[in-house]
């Protein structure tokens, strides 16, 4: 069963009023199904996001730590970490960015806890995609109206992350080497 009930984003202008995205914004998905791949491509085709994609909880995890993420669409039942120790881990090491949960559970419980170990919000499948594109969007001007993509000790430009507390350059991802002197300046 498709996780999804509405397809109409296919058609921006007949999902949001002819409304797009915040440009330039990159989503990370993880989730393992592959429908969820193909309909998230096309949302972010279709609002201006770019969407990079983990298939298990660890990758999830190397990817958020390691790029230049603007929001985690983050499914809870993955392949080797749930989405509740993914949440757990990228909150411990200072990963801010808006975590939106999927999940087919609706279940109080687990809302309650994605909720409160650090998600931002909790969505169940089957979900209107519609509804979808509208959080995506309202915790991306939220983030960007509320932060100027800076965190204490963690500074972000496009392609490059200058991480001071554990003197780390990070350009597109990957590492940068740099002399203490080097990163001082």
Do not use: W
Not at 3 to 8: C, N, Q, V
């Amino acid at each position: 069963m498709s996780p999804f009930t509405d397809y109409s984003i296919l058609n921006p202008a007949a999902s949001l009023g002819g409304r797009t995205g915040i440009n330039e914004a990159t989503v990370l998905v993880v989730d393992d199904d592959p429908s969820m791949h193909d309909i998230l491509t096309v949302l972010g085709q279709q609002h201006g996001f770019t969407i990079q994609f983990a298939e298990d909880g660890l990758d999830g995890v190397r990817l958020a730590e390691s790029s230049d993420i603007d929001l985690i669409i983050l499914d809870l039942t993955l392949p080797g970490l749930t989405g509740f120790d993914v949440c757990r881990r990228l909150r411990a090491t200072g990963v801010e960015v808006p975590i939106i949960m999927v999940s087919a559970s609706s279940d109080p419980v687990d809302v309650v806890v994605g909720l409160e170990i650090g998600a931002d919000d909790y969505i169940i499948k089957p979900f209107e995609v519609r509804e979808l594109a509208a959080r995506i969007n309202a915790k991306l001007r939220r983030q960007r109206t509320t932060q100027s993509q800076v965190r204490p000790g963690r500074l972000k430009f496009p392609g490059l992350i200058v991480d001071v507390g554990r003197h780390e350059v990070l350009r597109d991802g990957k590492p940068v080497t740099l002399t203490p002197t080097e990163f001082d300046l």
